[in-house]
């Protein structure tokens, strides 16, 4: 548990309730706590970490734990897509319930990458829709939002690491009522958000989190999935990200794990990849979330009735 105590006020209380594979669990939580660490400035933060231990049980645990907490804002992780349809992923029941106990029970909620597929599933029906490859790399974000507060002192364009198999479409998030925050000509939809009852919906198909050495991890992974029979093709390198050197490194390395795969070339690739690429994005991340916990801070106090003041300025026009 984070817990950052600069002033008297009462603590703003941010869950993360991770759902990633056991290799990636600890990377993310530690991703999580330095982007918070980052960009919480002045405020009381508690940031505590929650886990759905078994994903296939419908279990009301993780539910009472998070109202026993008194959170205030809540960050959802995804999971790595095992089947076509949303309702066979063996998280999905669990997952489901907490898109409904967040709606009324937190001041916004954060969903990241399938975290935010399934709740616009959950909310709206919205099927996500499978990529023709992957889709990894560092892309260039447009702001596609005018005046709304989580885009607050961001650029027009900022650069976000993408890693998916699935996409939502823009125009049937729009007809459904979500306001498109940013987007990428490569990756579509990156951000966009929604007011579902109590709750702010903040949903990011990108990952603003990544730490430099993320997309260069599961590339390896892919590549030795590869290598190994586990996977049919060999996986795409990440637009955007290595330099020219090493994606021609890379390329030439592919063209020899198709003609022959080995295991043994495992160790050219890491060789190839030994540096990890500066992570641009982590300034234009810091700030989205300096803007959603102010948000939520704005909002908390409101709600605690406050002192009186000038109405907040981060609040949310319906």
């Known amino acids: ?44 933060l508690r940031f505590t970490l929650f886990t759905i231990e078994n994903l296939s049980v419908q279990s009301d645990d993780i539910l009472d734990l998070l109202q026993n907490a008194r959170i205030d804002g809540l960050i959802v992780t995804g999971a790595e897509p095992r089947h076509a349809a949303m309702t066979d992923e063996p998280f999905w029941p669990a997952l489901a319930k907490l898109v409904d106990w967040a709606s009324d029970n937190t001041i916004s909620s954060v969903w990241s990458c399938m975290a935010a597929h399934a709740a616009t599933f959950r909310l709206d029906q919205i099927h996500r829709k499978p990529l023709p490859r992957k889709l990894s790399g560092v892309f260039t974000c447009t702001k596609s939002a005018t005046g709304h507060p989580l885009l607050r002192d961001l650029p027009l364009r900022w650069p976000v690491p993408h890693s998916r198999s699935n996409s939502l479409d823009e125009a049937e998030l729009r007809c459904k009522g979500y306001t498109i925050l940013s987007h990428a ?18 949903l990011l198909q990108g990952h603003p989190e990544y730490g430099s050495k993320s997309l260069l991890n599961e590339y390896r992974r892919d590549v030795r999935r590869f290598l190994t029979g586990q996977r049919n093709g060999y996986p795409d390198t990440p637009e955007g990200y290595f330099s020219q050197d090493t994606t021609s490194a890379l390329a030439r390395l592919r063209e020899q794990a198709s003609r022959r795969p080995s295991l043994d070339l495992l160790a050219s690739v890491d060789a190839a990849i030994a540096v990890a690429p500066r992570p641009a994005w982590h300034p234009a991340a810091i700030q989205l979330y300096t ?21 907040s300025q981060w609040r949310i026009a319906s």
């Open 291 to 311: 803007n959603w916990l102010a948000y939520v801070a704005e909002q908390k106090a409101d709600r605690e009735g406050a002192a009186t003041r000038a109405p």
């Open 1 to 44: 548990m984070l817990a950052r105590s600069n002033n008297d006020t009462p603590p703003l209380v941010i869950a993360l309730v991770n759902n990633m594979s056991p290799a990636a669990k600890r990377p993310t939580e530690e991703q999580f706590t330095r982007l918070l660490t980052a960009a919480s400035q002045t405020l009381n």
């Open 185 to 202: 000509s490569q990756a579509g939809v990156d951000s966009f958000a929604k007011q579902v009852s109590a709750s702010l919906f903040l």
